[in-house]
């Protein structure tokens, strides 16, 4: 059993800043063999991709809105995944989540993910 753990959310106003947290948790899983991802979504829209960080490499992909302003990290000794989000505009507010999957085929697309957490809401106020 994996579980994810999100936190880190809250109301922020336009040009502020928050720092998402993961904690992902579970006997069977281990941590260095899953790519961690965030995606996010808004009330009546589809979940949509913000960034991801390969299981293997450790290299970084974000969503065009998300370059320049969101940065990825990880912490594989305590099994934590970060997502800080800077310069946040009111289109960001959405339900964050956490995701793992172990090595999708395209990590951009949430059914390719077998993991999720519970999400958590950020909201940016104008």
């Known amino acids: 059993q994996v579980q994810l753990v999100e936190s880190g959310g809250g109301l922020v106003q336009t040009g502020g800043s928050l720092k998402l947290s993961c904690a992902a948790s579970g006997r069977t899983f281990t941590f260095s063999m899953y790519t961690m991802a965030w995606f996010r979504q808004a009330p009546g829209k589809e979940r949509e991709f913000v960034t991801r960080i390969s299981w293997n490499d450790g290299r970084t992909y974000y969503a065009e809105f998300a370059k320049g302003r969101f940065t990825i990290s990880r912490d594989a000794a305590n099994k934590m995944v970060y997502l800080q989000m800077n310069s946040l505009k009111p289109e960001d507010t959405a339900v964050y989540y956490c995701?793992?999957?172990?090595?999708?085929?395209?990590?951009?697309?949430?059914?390719?993910?077998?993991?999720w957490g519970q999400g958590t809401q950020v909201t940016v106020s104008s």
């Open positions: 995701a793992a999957g172990q090595r999708p085929a395209d990590g951009n697309r949430p059914y390719n993910y077998g993991y």
